[in-house]
């Protein structure tokens, strides 16, 4: 396995957006406006990721 990260932070508020997508900012493990947490760089956080990507910034 490898031991990579991403490092990501939500940007926008989760106001207006659909419940799905509060869902897996949530699931990503974001709890607030500009919280940062590193997460391992997996197809599955990538997919994550992809799904909200307009609320989020990465880096790594």
Request: net charge positive.
């Amino acid at each position: 396995m490898s031991d990579k990260k991403i490092k990501v932070t939500l940007v926008k508020s989760l106001i207006g957006t659909i419940q799905p997508h509060r869902a897996t900012v949530r699931g990503l493990g974001l709890r607030r406006l500009n919280h940062s947490v590193e997460l391992p760089d997996t197809p599955r956080v990538r997919g994550m990721i992809n799904k909200v990507s307009y609320l989020l910034k990465c880096e790594g």
